[in-house]
């Protein structure tokens, strides 16, 4: 049939995807009164060729191949839950980085892990936009009397055309700041290809602490992937070691980089578990808080049944922020990201002008 041949010239590239082609069409179109063999139309549902016609057999077939007039053999479509199934995964089978998506980071293999940083190292990102001060021609904006004056000079300075712009959206700066302290070993090498993929979008800032604060911007923006986290880990001296969170705020808020947190979407990666004074962090998320758009806070512990930030500095750092997700799965990571695992990822943190 015409809409056999038009999909298999449309979608298929190469001889060993004909059998997957044909198997993934037979399952949408055998319903039909005739076989999904196009030339079924000629030899009929009963298998009598009409008068005149004539099959060409297939010239790469092998012997005892059905003769049709298709040019290989790509063997007959294969149906699943008949007997004999070995379970196996079909053409269609989850890729590898879904069957790992419900499990804890540290609970994957290194090569799971690989393959995940590579994942979010082709993610495309769109992450929250403000308006900017300038404004572009659009059908549905305000109206723009200027533009409007200079095109009735064409007109005899008659308004016969109103003219109307909008501002124009610009994407807000993002600010991640990641725990590679000892309890989040097996969380900080995900949340630095996370890192880096937003540098590499555009307008972010990101930082590693532990017991101090360390600026990776540059370190990530690195082309190769696997060469920039390993960079950022040997710039990181004090990885794996213990945790003063409210220490490290302080010390960007009293940093030239603070400034970079005003109208910003900042994330804070951490568990939460800090050696600083509670009513510290407090105090330091509330100042980041107030120069930030939005305060997100991801904790990897957040996913555990029965977790309840009730004690300790998140006690102190929760009231705070505008979000606490979990962030120790792909699958809680999609609760704050809409990733999508052909066109990457979209962010949800925004305002009503994202």
């Known amino acids: 049939s ?26 949408v179109f055998d319903q039909q009164a005739l076989a999904v063999d196009p030339h079924a139309r000629r030899t009929g549902p009963d298998g009598a060729t009409g008068a005149g016609e004539t099959t060409v057999p297939a010239p790469h077939a092998p012997p005892g191949a059905p003769q049709s007039g298709v040019p290989w053999h790509t063997g007959a479509p294969r149906r699943s839950g008949g007997p004999g199934e070995t379970g196996r995964p079909g053409p269609w089978a989850p890729s590898p980085v879904e069957i790992v998506a419900d499990q804890p980071f540290g609970d994957l293999r290194p090569e799971d892990l690989r393959l995940l940083g590579q994942w979010l190292e082709q993610a495309r990102v769109r992450w929250p936009r403000r308006l900017g001060r300038r404004r572009t021609p659009h059908h549905h904006g305000r109206l723009d009397v200027r533009a409007t004056l200079a095109a009735s000079r064409h007109t005899g300075f008659e308004l016969i055309r109103l003219c109307r712009a909008r501002p124009i959206r610009r994407p807000r700066r993002i600010v991640v700041l990641c725990d590679v302290s000892r309890s989040m070993h097996g969380y900080a090498d ?18 590693a602490f532990s017991t101090s604060l360390t600026r990776l911007t540059a370190t990530l923006a690195h082309r190769s992937a696997e060469h920039a ?41 951490s568990d939460g578990w800090d050696s600083d004074d509670p009513q510290a962090l407090g105090r330091a998320v509330a100042r980041i808080r107030r120069r930030a758009h939005r305060l997100v806070w ?29 962030a120790d799965t792909l699958d809680a990571l999609r609760v704050v990201f809409d990733l999508d695992p052909v066109a990457g990822w979209v962010a949800h943190v925004s305002d009503g002008a994202s």
Not at 190 to 207: I, K, P
């Open 2 to 27: 015409r809409l056999y041949w038009t999909a298999r010239i449309a979608l298929v590239d190469r001889q060993d995807a004909l059998e997957a082609f044909d198997a993934v069409f037979a399952e």
């Open 190 to 207: 995900t949340y630095l290809h996370l890192m880096r993929a937003a540098v590499r979008a555009g307008d972010a800032e990101v930082f």
């Open 229 to 269: 986290v390993a960079r950022a880990n040997d710039t990181v001296v004090d990885r794996y070691g213990g945790t003063h969170i409210a220490g490290s705020l302080e010390a960007l808020l009293a940093s030239h980089h603070g400034n970079l947190l005003r109208g910003a979407v900042v994330f804070v990666a």
């Open 298 to 326: 991801l904790n990897p512990r957040a996913g555990r049944p029965g977790y309840r930030p009730e004690t300790g500095p998140m006690a102190a750092a929760l009231p705070h922020c505008d979000a606490l997700h979990a």
